[in-house]
């Protein structure tokens, strides 16, 4: 077993004239050990990104290493768990460089698409510990 501590640090000076914004928070989190790591170069039809069957709960961080194109990420939550248009797949956009940090309950397979051209999505999937 080893042990993931991600943080999150958000500032600014000037996002509100009332106060400037200072929020930090740590975490530990117990993980398996290692991690999957890959780069996915990514089209504009949606495929498979991580499929539920081959994980358990997990710490998912997703990078959009593209300088312009918009990457999607979703899942359908419907009973099929299949990849389609349903209005309600899509729960992450990461535009240009953005990147983010989640956990997942490996219910559901998540899938990706772009909004255009080809860009690469880096991924980095860590098993929390049973």
Partial sequence: MATLTPTLTLASTDLSSAEALSLSVTDSLSVAGGAQSFQKVVSNTKSNLLLASAYTKSYVFLQNLDSS????IGMDTEADDTIDNDATDLF????????AFFPWSSTYNLHVDAASGTPTLEVRVFQAAS
């Fill in 69 to 72: 194109i918009v990457i999607h």
């Fill in 92 to 99: 992450i956009e990461l535009a240009a460089g953005e990147f």
